[in-house]
């Protein structure tokens, strides 16, 4: 199983929801991350979990609260958000962190309206 | 001024065409990875380079460590090649990705 799954695909929220976006990998790898993408630009990094703990936050908002309950699970809870931060959201796991190749999740799609 | 700089921004050529997109790096990048985006979003990493050339089918990967640039052949191109090409450097603090290449392949 060489897949990361996200899920949801699309996510249409307004600014006063609370919602989550998940992600999920199987091959035991040890670090996770997570990237924001607007339309035509390159992926931006938001977060790296490395062995379940925080390793790097790239000065993110507090609106946007990532979790790793366990090393195969990463998530991202959204609260507050404004329309700014409709964009498409990566997930992505390494065996380490900042080593060896990148495996991608197909994105979660996020509109706020 | 982006530590990875990727060349041409776009690209279109008719089926069967060789490709190549070039990327720049600068100081400080230990490894290279080109990635391929659909238009659906998901990413696919096709390759991580940090010496030499490596082949996957039709595609080529190579980078010079000297000179600080890696290139990305395609060979036999093929409409369903249509799609962005990110080449991103590894500075060991994390990846800097370049802009981008849109590569459109007629039929």
């Known amino acids: 199983d060489t897949e990361v799954t996200q899920t949801p695909k699309h996510l249409v929220m307004g600014m006063t929801n609370k919602k989550s976006l998940k992600c999920e990998q199987h091959m035991g790898h040890r670090a996770m991350y997570w990237y924001k993408q607007k339309a035509k630009k390159p992926p931006e990094l938001m977060f790296v979990y490395s062995y379940e703990k925080l390793s790097i936050n790239e000065s993110v908002p507090s609106r946007f609260s990532p979790e790793c309950p366990n090393s195969s699970l990463l998530n991202l809870h959204l609260h507050a958000l404004q329309p700014e931060d409709s964009a498409l959201y990566l997930c992505?796991?390494?065996?380490?962190?900042?080593?060896?190749?990148?495996?991608f999740g197909e994105g979660s799609r996020l509109t706020v309206l | 001024k982006n530590e990875v700089e990727q060349s041409p921004q776009n690209l279109t050529a008719q089926e069967g065409e060789f490709i190549t997109i070039n990327c720049s790096y600068s100081?400080?990048?230990?490894?290279l990875h080109w990635l391929q985006q659909h238009p659906g979003g998901g990413i696919v990493s096709l390759f991580m380079?940090?010496?030499g050339k490596k082949k996957h089918g039709r595609l080529i990967a190579t980078i010079n460590i000297q000179e600080k640039h890696s290139s990305l052949h395609i060979t036999a191109s093929h409409p369903r090649d249509s799609a962005v090409y990110i080449c991103a450097g590894d500075n060991t603090d994390k990846l800097i990705f370049g802009t981008g290449t849109r590569l459109q392949v007629f039929p």
């Open positions: 100081v400080g990048i230990s490894a």
């Open positions: 380079l940090s010496s």
């Open positions: 992505a796991s390494s065996h380490i962190e900042r080593a060896g190749e990148l495996f």
